[in-house]
């Protein structure tokens, strides 16, 4: 792409901190990667998701922002899931977050009192891993976004440049996971890297921000989105709403694969509505907490053309 991606004014390009319209800028800038979906005309509102239990009977949940805000639990969100399994619906978690190996992410949903087994937790961090995994015997694989010992299991051998930027020029392939240990000065060693010699880079979590108790946070779909806008390495993405996490899903449920029967659930358009609509699925757009809070969401969609069939202020 030509265009540079639209960094907030006054920020520092390589750690901005977004707005919900900066993080929408930033996501349509990004439309041209992205699959290209139909969208009905127009959405209906709904109270909550059991009125449309009857319509779906796989329900895929994105978790920030819908299930939890950070380390909370959204109110009311536990008895949903579990009121839609006691009516028999599958229940799966279709998230971003890259940061947690499959045990570890079993363990944060049940520490949030959300109990689903690893079948039911299908990760962007998973979908990469497996992009690579045809490679990785041959060649070097560098962890971005975690150092040494947070990664926790990965089915390859990794490397963590941290500071180094010998160990940026020694990869063969960056895995670009979280952005707990990353910062502007990493982001413009692995730029750096880049500018001498082209390879993939895997990003791990598409998204730009992520909602917190306090705030958002810039996410590595930013930086994966600031490199595709350089022209710097071959950056391929994983997760929503990108193919690959939903293969996954439907591997895993047969029921998925029926496309009309499955709705998607969450609190962005660009990851979750538009995602969801790429595989023929019906889309929920939560818009009391995540990234819409506090914002009407009409002039968004009017603006991107992407509508959700429902809206509904919470699960």
């Known amino acids: 792409m030509t265009i540079a991606f639209p960094t907030p004014a006054g920020q520092n390009p390589l750690w901005p901190e977004f707005t919900a319209s900066g993080a929408f800028a930033g996501y349509e800038w990004a439309r041209p990667l992205m699959p290209k979906p139909k969208f009905p005309r127009h959405f209906e509102r709904a109270e909550g998701l059991l009125a449309l239990q009857d319509r779906f009977d796989v329900f895929v949940f994105d978790a920030y922002g819908v299930l939890n805000i950070g380390a909370a639990p959204i109110p009311g969100a536990l008895a949903c899931v579990e009121a839609l399994r006691a009516a028999g619906k599958t229940c799966v978690v279709a998230t971003n977050a890259a940061s947690l190996d499959a045990d570890a992410a079993i363990a944060k949903f049940a520490k949030l009192g959300f109990h689903f087994p690893g079948t039911h937790i299908a990760s962007s961090r998973q979908a990469a891993e497996e992009a690579i995994l045809p490679a990785a015997d041959s060649k070097c694989v560098a962890v971005l976004g975690l150092d040494a010992g947070e990664a926790g299991a990965l089915p390859f051998p990794v490397i963590h440049p941290g500071d180094e930027m010998a ?149």
């Open 167 to 315: 160990l940026y020029d020694q990869a063969e392939i960056f895995l670009f996971l979280s952005n707990l240990r990353w910062s502007a000065q990493r982001q413009a060693m692995l730029e750096q890297s880049l500018q001498k010699k082209s390879r993939p880079v895997i990003i791990g979590n598409p998204d730009i921000i992520a909602p917190q108790e306090h705030g958002m946070s810039t996410e590595p779909g930013y930086f994966g989105y600031r490199l595709a806008s350089l022209g710097l390495g071959t950056v391929h993405f994983h997760g929503k709403p990108f193919p690959s996490i939903y293969e996954r899903v439907r591997r895993n449920h047969p029921a998925a694969k029926n496309a009309a029967r499955v709705c998607m659930i969450g609190d962005t358009l660009h990851t979750d509505v538009l995602g969801g609509a790429s595989q023929g699925w019906g889309t929920v757009l939560v818009t009391e907490h995540g990234l819409f809070k506090g914002v009407p969401v009409e002039p968004y969609i009017h603006a991107s053309g992407i509508v959700p069939d429902f809206i509904i202020p919470t699960v």
